[in-house]
């Protein structure tokens, strides 16, 4: 299993849209619809964002959205704040009950 | 609320074992969810070492097996690891969570646990 790649830094204003892209095989991503997101504050317990490719757990803003094209999932965050200053990384199952996460994007407001 | 936070030691040296505990609040661990390990190692992706549920059921990243063993203890309402010959590339923050097993997702984690292999 190679771990899902993901850009190391996303920049951009508070306001605007950003995208993470999470590039998996066939034999993960590209197999199941089972994408997960997680935000993780320096120092803090990672949390969750997006499941199933695209579903918003209660509590989590609708500014986060998760989509999936062949074997690339997205994360998109829109009107970008401050708060939205942490790490990200995906994490999708890959069959016979493992998973496999990505690389970790550090986003960035400006 | 449930929460998870993991104890252990810090500083493990190399051809030892490492073994963590991670000590569950606001759930039963025997309440039908599965428990995960999950490690970063400084600088690199983040790696799915196992997971268990309360009925000791385990399932482990095949590149980690043979020397990765998970148990439950129900009456502390904790689960641990255990990771045998360790070496620096098992240096790493550890972090436990509770898995949801038929959607696939983790949540809630702990805030995580350094391990340093090193003599």
């Known amino acids: 299993q190679s771990a899902l790649t993901q850009p190391a830094s996303v920049s951009g204003s508070p306001g605007q849209s950003i995208t993470i892209s999470c590039t998996g095989t066939n034999s993960d991503v590209g197999s199941y619809n089972l994408v997960s997101w997680y935000q993780r504050h320096p120092g803090k317990a990672p949390k969750l964002m997006i499941y199933e490719g695209s579903r918003r757990p209660s509590g989590v803003s609708s500014r986060f959205s998760g989509s999936k094209s062949g074997n690339t999932a997205s994360l998109t965050i829109s009107g970008l704040q401050a708060e939205d200053e942490a790490d990200y990384f995906c994490c999708s199952y890959a069959g016979v009950t493992t998973y496999v996460f990505g690389t970790v994007t550090k986003v960035t407001v400006l | 609320q449930v929460q998870m936070q993991e104890s252990g030691p810090g500083l493990v040296k190399p051809s030892e074992t490492l073994s963590l505990t991670c000590t569950v609040s606001g759930y039963s661990i025997s309440s039908g969810h599965f428990w995960g390990w999950i490690r970063q190692p400084q600088g690199k992706g983040l790696e799915w070492i196992g997971s268990i549920n309360g009925g000791e059921s385990t399932f482990y990243n095949p590149s980690l097996s043979g020397r990765v063993t998970m148990s439950v203890d129900t009456s502390n309402n904790q689960f641990s690891l255990n990771l045998t010959s360790v070496t620096a590339a098992d240096t790493a923050v550890y972090y436990c969570?509770?898995?949801?097993?038929?959607?696939?997702?983790?949540?809630?984690w702990g805030q995580g646990t350094l391990v340093t292999v090193s003599s």
């Open positions: 969570a509770r898995e949801e097993a038929v959607e696939n997702w983790f949540d809630p």
